[in-house]
C-alpha cells in the first residue's frame, strides 16, 4: 500500500486515543449495542451436530443485569473477585459483563486447569464467587484445604446441594439494575501470567483494557466491521488471547463472536467451522496454524470466507507464515505482546507492513523500543529486551498483593517485557524469545523459534520445541523435543536425517546435537510451549 496517508506512518501520525471520563466494561460491549440493535447478534454458538445458536445483545443485556442482580444479593460487590471456569459460551460473556457492571473484578480460569493450578488462582484471588460446569466441579471437590474466601459457586447444570444453578439464579432476579459508575482505571478483570517459570501472577486490568486492545485488534483486521462479519477463535476465553484478542474488543466494535465447541482443536473440525459458518476474521495461535500445517495437502488451497488472520502468542516463523500465505491465499497479520501489556506490535499486510520472519513494527497508539542491559536503545541488528512506553490504556494495573514484582515491571518509565527480539534497518522487529529461553552455544545465543519452525517443515515432524541442555563443552547445546506424525517411527536414521535437515537450512551452530521423542508438548493454557518443563526433563 502506498504511504499516502492510509499506509502505516499515516495511521501511526493521524492516531489519538480517546478514553473518556467514565467508561464501563459491561456497557461497552453490550448495553450500548442493545440500546441501538437489540436483535443485533452478539454471539453464535457452534452446537454439537453443526447446528447453531443465536444470541443477540439485546438476550446478553438481560441476562447479564439479571446475573448481575443476583450476584449483588448474594453479596458479591465492587472489587469483588469473580472467577469464571467454563468453555466458550454466550455464559462466560454473561458473566463477564455481569461483573463489569456490578463493579466486581473477573477472573477467567482456563477448562484445562487441574485442581492444583485452580486452588492456586482461586486461593491467590480470594475469589468470592465461581460460576463452572459439571466438569469444573468435578475438580473443585478435589480440591484439598478448602477454600475459604469462596462464599458462592453458581453451576451452569443445575443446583446440587450448596451449589446454585444459574438458571434458577436468573428465574428469581428481576428488578431494575444501574450498572456502577466506573472509570478507565477502575480494577475490572485479573488475568493469570502462563507461569513458565514460578507461581503465576494475577495481573490486574482496568477497564480501559478493552479500548486499548481495539487499534491491535483494527490492525490485524483493519476492515473488520463490515455487515456480515464473523470472528473466531480457538483459543480459551479465559487466556488473554481469546478474551482480549477477539471476544471483549470484538463485540465493543460491535462486531459477533464464534464460541466454537470445546474440545481438542482438530484441523479437520476447524476448517469445517471456517468453511460452514462462513467466518470471514480468525485468531489462529501459532500452534493451530502449525497443527493445520501438518495436516495440510500439498498445493491445497483452503476455499474460506476468511478475510484477515490474526496469529499471536509465540513466533510463528518465516516457514509457517510462508505456508499459511500460500494455503490462505493472503499473509497472516503477526501480532505480539503479553498478559501485561498486549497488542502492542504487529503485522498488517494491508497497511504495507509484513515481513516472513519479523513480528511487524508498532502498533498504532503504542510506543515500543528494543533495550540493552543499560536501558539504552539497541542499535539495528543488536539483541535487546522489548520495552514499551508507559503509561499506555492496555497495560495492566500491576500484580494482584505483589507490589515488589509490579515495580520490578518497569524501568525509566518504560515496561519491561523479558522478551529479547532485534529490530532491523527498515524498523521491523524480529522475536528471539524469552530471557530465559535463550539458548547459549559455544558463544552463540540462539532463540529457539527460528529452530522450531526449521523442525517444523521436516515431513516426519508434527510438533516440535527447542531448549538449550547443558553442555560441559559449549556451555549448552541445542536440545530438540519432536512429536511425530503418523507413519514415522523414532530411529538413530531418523535423528541423523533431522539433525541434518535443521543443519543444511540453518547453521552448524543452530542444529539440534541432541534429539528426544515425545507424545505431546506440555503447553500453557495460552498454546504455548512450557519450555522449563523440556529442560527440566532428564
Known sequence: MADDGTGYAGLMRDFRWNLPARYNIGIDVCDKWAAREPDRLAVLRRLPGGGTERFTFGALREASDRLALALRRLGVGKGDRVAVLLPQSPTVVTAHVAAAKLGAVSLPLAVMFGPDALAFRLRDSGAKALLLDEGGLAKLDAI?????????????????????????????????????????????????????????????????????????????????????????????????????????????????????LHAKFAADDALALLSDLGVRNAFLPPTALRMLQAAHRPGEVYRTALRSIMSAGETLGPGTFAWAEQAFGFPVNELYGQTECNLVLGSCFQAGVSRPG??????????????????????????????????????????????????????????????????????????????????????YRIGPGEIEDCLMRHPAVAAAAAVGAAD??????????????????ASEDLTADIQAFVRARLSAHEYPRAVAYVDALPLTASGKIIRQALRERD
Open 144 to 260: 484439598e484445604g478448602g477454600l475459604p474466601d469462596l462464599e458462592t459457586v453458581i453451576s451452569v447444570d443445575g443446583q446440587r446441594g450448596a451449589v446454585l444453578g444459574l438458571d434458577r439464579l436468573l428465574v428469581q432476579a428481576w428488578g431494575d439494575f444501574a450498572p456502577v459508575a466506573s472509570g478507565p482505571d477502575d480494577p475490572a478483570l485479573m488475568i493469570y501470567t502462563s507461569g513458565t517459570t514460578g507461581q503465576p501472577k494475577g495481573a490486574v486490568h482496568g477497564h480501559r483494557v478493552v479500548p486499548g486492545h481495539v487499534p491491535g485488534l483494527r490492525f490485524a483486521h483493519p476492515d473488520l466491521g463490515l455487515a456480515g462479519d464473523l470472528i473466531w477463535t480457538p483459543a480459551d476465553w479465559a487466556w488473554a488471547g481469546g478474551l482480549l484478542n477477539v471476544l471483549l474488543p470484538s463485540l465493543s466494535l460491535g462486531v459477533p463472536v464464534v464460541a466454537g
Open 358 to 443: 519479523a513480528i511487524g513494527k508498532a502498533v498504532p497508539g503504542h510506543r515500543v523500543g528494543i533495550a540493552d542491559d543499560e536501558g539504552g536503545e539497541c542499535p539495528p541488528g543488536e539483541i535487546g529486551e522489548i520495552i514499551v512506553e508507559a503509561p499506555d490504556p492496555v497495560m495492566f494495573l500491576g500484580y494482584w498483593n505483589n507490589r515488589q514484582a509490579s515495580e520490578a515491571k518497569y524501568r525509566g518509565g518504560w515496561l519491561l517485557t523479558g522478551d529479547k527480539a532485534w529490530r532491523d534497518e527498515d524498523g521491523y522487529i524480529h522475536f528471539v524469545g524469552r530471557v530465559d529461553d535463550i539458548i547459549t552455544s559455544a558463544g
Open 472 to 489: 560441559s563443552l559449549r556451555t549448552e547445546i541445542v536440545k530438540a523435543f519432536v512429536v511425530l506424525k503418523p507413519g514415522f517411527a
